[in-house]
C-alpha cells in the first residue's frame, strides 16, 4: 500500500509555506490546507499519493542525522523536472545536482536534487 501521509517539522512555519506553496504546484502538489500550527499539500487533480505536513520544529535539520534523508517526487516528463528544479534555483534553494540522467539507477532515471530552506533534500525525477 502507498504510504498515505508524512509529516516534516521546519524551523519556520512561514517561510516554509511561501517556498513549497510556490514549488508544490511544480512537483504536481496543491494545498490542503493552511493553518496557524500546520500546513499541507495533497497530490494534485485528485490523484491518489501520499499527503506532506509540515509542522514547526524545535531543531535544525541535518542531513547526515538520524530519520528523513531526502524527498523525491516523480514527475511524468523531464520537461517538469527541468521547470521544478528552475523554480527552486528561482526561490534560493541550493542546487546539489543539476537535471540529468543517471546510469547508475534503473533506467531511464533523470532526476535533479536540491535543498529547501531548511536543508532538506528534495529530488525531482522523472522515469521515461
Not at 517561510?15 to 512537483?27: A, E, G
Not at 533534500?121 to 521515461?128: I, P, Q, R, S
Amino acid at each position: 500500500m502507498p504510504v498515505g501521509h508524512i509529516g516534516i517539522n521546519v524551523s519556520n512555519l512561514e517561510i516554509s509555506y511561501s517556498y513549497y506553496r510556490t514549488l508544490m504546484p511544480y512537483l504536481a502538489y496543491e494545498p490542503f490546507l493552511a493553518e496557524d500550527d500546520q500546513f499541507a499539500f495533497q497530490p494534485a487533480k485528485n490523484k491518489r499519493g501520499t499527503f506532506i505536513f509540515f509542522y514547526p520544529g524545535q531543531n535544525g535539520y541535518h542531513p547526515d542525522s538520524v530519520g528523513l534523508q531526502h524527498l523525491a517526487f516523480m514527475l511524468p516528463t523531464r520537461l517538469s523536472v527541468d521547470e521544478a528544479t528552475g523554480v527552486a534555483s528561482d526561490l534560493g534553494s541550493e542546487i546539489i545536482h543539476s537535471p540529468q540522467e543517471w546510469p547508475e539507477y534503473p533506467p531511464p532515471y533523470y532526476a535533479s536534487f536540491w535543498r529547501d530552506p531548511d536543508g532538506i533534500m528534495l529530488e525531482a525525477v522523472c522515469h521515461k
